[in-house]
T-cell receptor, first 117, second 112 residues
């Protein structure tokens, strides 16, 4: 089955440590996204990538870094510079090819809940 | 960036229709209207989207005002599985990356 996987589901980190969240998709989608969700809030865009080896900052990129070395993978690193990293992190992907169905819809992974101790 | 406004919460009785409103008074001509829903501790899932005309699919209907400044998601018969947070989102097709702008959504409670 095609889909997006995120691991781990729950992650605990000590203050001052970097941590990397995994996101993998086998949907053959070109575009991938990382969002952050705080309790009772909507999703805020951290980074996005439209193609391999290219990515752009979203609205809240400070304290985060990403890489896109493979089409299927878009890992997110939460660095020690992120002042308040405890949140629910969601990865999504989207087809950019107009002949696919559904075109331009984002498919989301199950999320990773990060807690800083 | 165009934004959306939704009621924080709504209730519906099971098997009754539900109309979830959304205001987007600053919508531009290149913005699509999308609806996603999110169950607790899960990622959002696509519900429906449209540009100008009303849309129907197996999950819901989307009614778009003639001036496009508001829209309504219609669930024809609410079930307990429809209890979720519903997000009305504008997708800016003119922006790099086709970004989706999520608001805080409407939390729908379905009463048995």
């Amino acid at each position: 089955d095609g889909g997006i996987t995120q691991s781990p589901k729950y992650l605990f980190r000590k203050e001052g440590q970097n941590v990397t969240l995994s996101c993998e998709q086998n949907l053959n989608h070109d575009a991938m996204y990382w969002y952050r969700q705080d309790p009772g809030q909507g999703l805020r865009l951290i980074y996005y990538s439209q193609i391999v080896n290219d990515f752009q900052k979203g609205d809240i990129a400070e304290g985060y870094s990403v890489s896109r070395e493979k089409k299927e993978s878009f890992p997110l690193t939460v660095t020690s510079a992120q002042k308040n990293p405890t949140a629910f992190y969601l990865c999504a992907s989207r087809s950019t090819r107009s002949y696919t169905t559904p075109y331009n819809e984002q498919f989301f992974g199950p999320g990773t809940r990060l807690t800083v101790l | 960036d165009a934004k959306t406004t939704q009621p924080n919460s709504m209730e519906s009785n099971e098997e009754e229709p539900v109309h979830l409103p959304c205001n987007h008074s600053t919508i531009s001509g290149t913005d699509y209207i999308h609806w996603y829903r999110q169950l607790p501790s899960q990622g959002p899932e696509y519900v429906i989207h449209g540009l100008t005309s009303n849309v129907n699919n197996r999950m819901a209907s989307l009614a778009i005002a003639e001036d496009r400044k508001s829209s309504t998601l219609i669930l024809h018969r609410a079930t307990l599985r429809d209890a979720a947070v519903y997000y009305c989102i504008l997708r800016d097709t003119a922006a790099t990356g086709n970004q989706f702008y999520f608001g805080t959504g409407t939390s729908l409670t379905v009463i048995p």
